[in-house]
């Protein structure tokens, strides 16, 4: 702005020169218009609300010739108490950016068919239920067209390679439905189960219900069932012919007793014979990781996510294998890696296929050659990739946060991001952040350990932050350089956040995620306080002023860290476990629990000695808000509960919350922004904040 009044005054000058120099009359010279850049709007900190205007943007698919990409926008809409995603299209190009559904029933899972002229999805916008079907609309613009309408919900699809057919999944309805709609019968028939593993969270109780393939015609809409039997079929994708489907399933006598997923492949046309293409004894690939399999361009080889030893549950490496889809022998792309990959997707050449790779606090996007060698950076940096697509002509697209940008859709172009969708510029422009710092520490034993902190906003002047330390769930995920809405808005309210990624983390290694196999609170707790120590020797947290708190295992190591000392001044644990025991039934963790801890009356030391905070639960004196979904299965409401209870006999200041109708993850928005102002107010109320964090 500087050199364009610069560029005024000397015109002006010019001008007055030649009038005063010349009694003739001159031509008028008009300065031009100079127009102030807009007024920003003015910042302010983050509050519990500003949850309600964040948006989530996720499930990116771009189009055959790679010209636009179809996407999900999740939004809290806070009169219906619900987040609904609406589907929305943007060019490559930059030239558009708009919503193609409305409204506050979900959309999910969009995808282009083969031939560009059709994005189908599912949703549940016609049932009371929210039951999803599969729903079509083209390409050009119109209404939506609903293609089932199936009793069971369709998890998944995907679509043939000439665009006339679409595979689902297809999930069998309850056996008891028909029967709960008959007015006349006001008693629910019982839950009868013989499962082994008989409940999960959000499903509920398991019976005698499986997802399994079957297949739509478009033109007639009939649909054949392709796959049947007491077993679950999940991520189906298409040969490049069109003859075959592959997908990923368990077989056996008792598939509940085992991880053993397999890639099968099976004939496009009912009553053909399905064939098993990988066999080895781990995952391949764990539906949970939603890797599909991937065939080559070239029809001659599958791409599939290789699980780690089955031994070591969720704590192995997973790596990229590729095996010829005839069968035989398959080969680990990544064997020496020692990081975990996910999504593959092959390259348009079939000389290499892309991955998610997670590393130390980032997660990338690479291409691994097939021919061997190390993978090849695609996306990389400081940042966290959760998803990507890539066109038949090579475009690639990915799901990118960092952490002061929440996830959007990029366009990558020589080694640079766009940004297509920008759903949050406007609401950041409004927001101060705190500083994402990353982290380096020694723990007790010397073991290096990384994290992040991140300062407050506004500290108070002169004096040390009060600090809240908080441990992530998983044990086996990490705190990576990517947007956290909460911990944001711990700094907006005057706190440093310790963020740390102990022992029992991924992205280090398999040797460093195995830890605290078996051994749950104990060196990962010691890291977790090292981070603790390292924040106050660089003066970033007030020692007298410590809070901690997490959910899910962020919320088990709160309980062991307030069991093993007393220098935290509050905590708030949320959907935790502290008696072990009582996991084993309850939750949905039972082929964890043998692999790790042994069958309780055959190790039972092991499972004492890992409940030590409840076991133990005289040790602990810092005041405690417990916090559950009252339907949670994943870690059960009644863990939480002996533990208030616990408390609440022995005189500690406590409190519970239950969150009614509520699953391991909060759904309802106007239940999680109570959450954070609990916490504030828990904090505020036990740590004795001044200043800034006192607001």
């Known amino acids: 702005m500087k050199h364009a009044r610069f560029v005024v005054l000397l015109l002006l000058f010019a001008a007055s020169s030649a009038f005063s120099a010349s009694p003739s009359p001159a031509p008028a010279v008009t300065a031009p218009i100079i127009t102030p850049p807009p007024t920003p709007p003015p910042q302010r900190t983050l509050k519990p609300e ?110 043939s390679p000439d665009s006339k057919r679409i595979v689902l999944v297809v999930h069998d309805p309850d056996p008891r439905e028909p029967e709960k709609k008959e007015k006349e019968k006001k008693t629910v028939p019982p839950i009868v189960i013989d499962r082994f593993f008989f409940k999960h969270d959000i499903d509920g109780y398991l019976i005698d219900r499986w997802s399994h393939l079957q297949l739509l015609d478009l033109a007639t809409r009939k649909i054949d069932v392709i796959t049947s039997g007491k077993h679950d079929e999940f991520l189906p994708a298409w040969s490049p012919d069109g003859n075959e489907i592959a997908f990923v399933t368990k077989r056996g006598d008792d598939p509940d007793r085992t991880e053993n997923w397999d890639v099968y492949v099976i004939g496009a046309q009912p009553g053909a014979k399905e064939r098993q293409v990988t066999t080895s004894p781990e995952a391949d690939p764990h539906p949970d990781l939603e890797s599909a399999p991937a065939w080559s361009p070239d029809g001659k080889t599958i791409a599939y996510i290789h699980g780690g030893d089955p031994k070591k549950i969720e704590y192995a490496v997973h790596t990229l294998a590729i095996i010829p889809a005839a069968g035989g022998e398959a080969k680990v792309l990544t064997q020496n890696l020692d990081r975990n990959v996910e999504q593959p997707h092959w390259s348009p050449d079939s000389k290499s296929v892309f991955v998610v790779l997670e590393d130390d606090g980032a997660k990338t996007l690479v291409r691994v050659p097939i021919a061997g060698g190390a993978p090849e950076t695609v996306v990389g940096g400081r940042r966290s990739v959760a998803g990507y697509d890539v066109s038949k002509n090579g475009k690639v697209i990915v799901r990118a946060s960092t952490p002061d940008s929440p996830y959007e859709i990029f366009a990558t172009e020589k080694n640079n991001l766009r940004d297509l969708t920008k759903q949050n510029d406007a609401w950041l422009l409004t927001i101060r952040l705190g500083r994402f710092e990353e982290t380096k520490f020694k723990s007790k034993d010397g073991t290096e350990i990384h994290g992040f902190v991140v300062r407050p906003v506004d500290p108070a002047a002169g004096a040390k932050p009060p600090a809240l330390l908080r441990p992530h769930g998983g044990p086996q995920s990490q705190y990576a350089n990517e947007f956290s809405f909460e911990a944001q808005l711990f700094a907006a309210n005057g706190y440093a956040v310790i963020m740390p990624n102990p022992r029992g983390s991924t992205g280090r290694g398999e040797k460093f995620a195995m830890g605290i196999f078996a051994a749950w609170g104990s060196v990962d707790v010691e890291d977790d306080l090292a981070a603790v120590d390292d924040a106050v020797a660089r003066g970033l947290a007030d020692p007298d002023r410590l809070g901690v708190g997490g959910w899910s295992y962020g919320g088990i190591s709160t309980n062991y860290l307030i069991a093993s000392t007393t220098r935290f001044k509050a905590a708030t644990s949320g959907a935790s476990i502290s008696n072990v025991l009582a996991g084993y039934g309850t939750d949905q963790y039972i082929i964890d629990y043998e692999a790790e801890l042994g069958l309780p009356w055959k190790n039972i030391e092991t499972w004492t000695r890992i409940s030590y905070p409840f076991l133990h639960a005289d040790r602990i004196k810092t005041p405690t808000l417990f916090l559950c979904g009252q339907d949670d299965f994943n870690v059960p409401l009644l863990n939480t509960e002996q533990m208030y209870q616990a408390l609440r006999s022995l005189n500690v200041p406590t409190e519970l919350v239950i969150y009614p109708g509520q699953f391991h993850r909060l759904k309802k928005p106007s239940y999680i922004i109570d959450r954070y102002k609990r916490y504030l107010a828990w904090y505020a109320k036990w740590i004795g904040l001044t200043g800034a964090a006192s607001k």
């Open 50 to 159: 500003d949850y309600a205007q964040l948006r989530d943007v996720d499930e990116p698919n771009i189009s055959p010739d790679g010209n636009s990409v179809v996407y999900v926008v999740k939004k809290a809409d806070m009169e219906k108490d619900k987040l609904p995603g609406n589907l929305w299209l943007a060019k490559w190009d930059g030239s558009e950016n708009r919503a193609l559904t409305y409204g506050n029933k979900s959309q999910s899972h969009p995808r282009w068919s083969p031939d560009g002229k059709w994005i189908a999805f599912l949703s549940g916008r016609e049932d009371e239920n929210e039951v999803d079907q599969l729903w079509i609309m083209s390409s050009s613009g119109g209404e939506a067209q609903k293609f089932t309408d199936l009793k069971g919900n369709v998890d998944d699809f995907a679509w």
